[in-house]
């Protein structure tokens, strides 16, 4: 079995992604027992349509649906976005990002079990936590991530994909319980060691990705690529590595500090996939944040502060209370707009990630500046 698939899709067109995701399975074979129950879970992270490149492809659910088909015909899809976990919510964010249509005339029905359980976690984080129902009732599970930049975590992939197995607004309790990049990828580590178990496959939609200030606001990018590997860390390196280095990223260094990926993996990647490196990639450099951890509260507060970015407010915000409704440390009021305390503020970014408007925008502090361009001065 291959440890990682990487094929070239042109677009989004369906009868492309078919052949493409054809060819994925056919290199797992055996890994979809027949007539299981199998959940899959995709990256629905607002209501946002499929061609700002946020949110999985629609064209790819559906190529995944129509080869699960051949195996079972109890097949369900969904994810829990930022919002509220409610039929009416995810309804119209199925229908935004073109997941309605994407399993119309299948075999598979959108998720509308919305219960959740709290289960035992064995990690470094968390003894109990949260879990969606659609995962926990599933025997097997595709998890499709969609490749982009993160301002928070630096970038989104099939790790990542698995916070959305947290129900609606419990997502926004435990960025406030790990307010910290470094602790926060600890979290998701676990996240994905209760989830593993599970997942056969996991897929990484590059036909086009996201570059800038990702998760939602950034600017679509044409990579051309599905890559696929029954380990999610191996997917996302791979995905990853067409765009920066990756052990740039807290979350892979620190999963091979842990040793859930290996660093000549890692190595080897970046050699394989240098023929399609993207240059000019408009990438989000994020610092780890774990030294800060080990210094006073005091000095550690004030590091944070001059060395992340900060929310600004712009003056097309619209009132409309999304952010102050999903911020984890309740640090926005709304008057005529938007007003973030900065005390507060924990620099999570979720206001930036589920503003409907693009009316928040990250201000890098100058320190940061200075320390970014020293880094990349020394590199080259
Ligand atoms: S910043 Fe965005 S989400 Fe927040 S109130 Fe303004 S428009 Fe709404
Ligand atoms: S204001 Fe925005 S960045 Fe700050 S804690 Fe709230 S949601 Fe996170």
Wanted: glycine share 6%.
């Amino acid at each position: 079995m291959k440890e990682v698939t990487v094929t070239d899709v042109k677009d989004y067109e369906q009868r492309h992604v078919d052949e493409a995701m054809e060819y994925i399975f056919s290199q797992y074979e055996g890994i979809i027992p027949k007539n299981g129950k199998v959940f899959v879970k995709i990256n629905l992270v607002r209501d946002m349509s499929p061609e700002k490149a946020g949110t999985t492809h629609p064209a790819v659910v559906r190529a995944v649906v129509k080869v699960l088909e051949k195996y079972t015909d109890d097949i369900t899809v969904g994810d829990s976005s930022g919002g509220k976990y409610t039929a009416g919510y995810m309804n119209a964010v199925y229908n935004k990002c073109g997941i309605t249509a994407a399993v119309k005339d299948t075999k598979a029905v959108l998720n509308t079990d919305f219960s959740f359980t709290s289960c035992e976690f064995d990690g470094k984080t968390v003894r109990h936590l949260d879990i969606t129902d659609s995962f926990l009732k599933a025997d097997t599970v595709i998890n499709i991530g969609k490749l982009k930049t993160h301002s928070f975590t630096g970038f989104s992939g099939t790790v990542k994909n698995l916070y959305g197995l947290l129900p609606g607004l419990v997502k926004v309790e435990y960025h406030s319980k790990f307010p910290h990049l470094s602790t926060f990828c600890d979290l998701l580590m676990d996240i994905e060691k209760f989830a593993r178990p599970k997942i056969a496959l996991n897929i990484l939609d590059a036909i086009v990705g996201m570059e800038g200030p990702g998760p939602t606001n950034g600017t679509p990018r044409f990579i051309g690529k599905l890559i696929a590997s029954p380990d999610a860390y191996k997917c996302d390196v791979t995905g990853v590595a067409l765009f920066t280095q990756p052990m740039k990223m807290p979350l892979i260094r620190k999963a091979v500090e842990n040793g859930l990926v290996s660093e000549q993996f890692v190595v080897e990647t970046v050699k394989r996939m240098e023929p399609f490196y993207i240059e000019d990639f408009n990438r989000v450099d994020v610092m780890d944040d774990g030294a800060f951890l080990k210094l006073p509260d005091w000095i550690g507060r004030l590091m944070k502060r001059n060395l992340t970015p900060s929310v600004q407010v712009q003056s097309n915000c619209r009132a409309c209370g999304k952010c102050r409704d999903h911020c984890p440390a309740s640090a926005i009021t709304i008057e005529k707009k938007a007003t973030v305390d900065r005390n507060k503020c924990i620099r999570c970014f979720c206001c930036q990630e589920l503003c409907p408007f693009d009316a928040i925008k990250l201000k890098k502090p100058l320190l940061y500046r200075i320390v970014r361009g020293l880094s990349h001065s020394r590199k080259k």
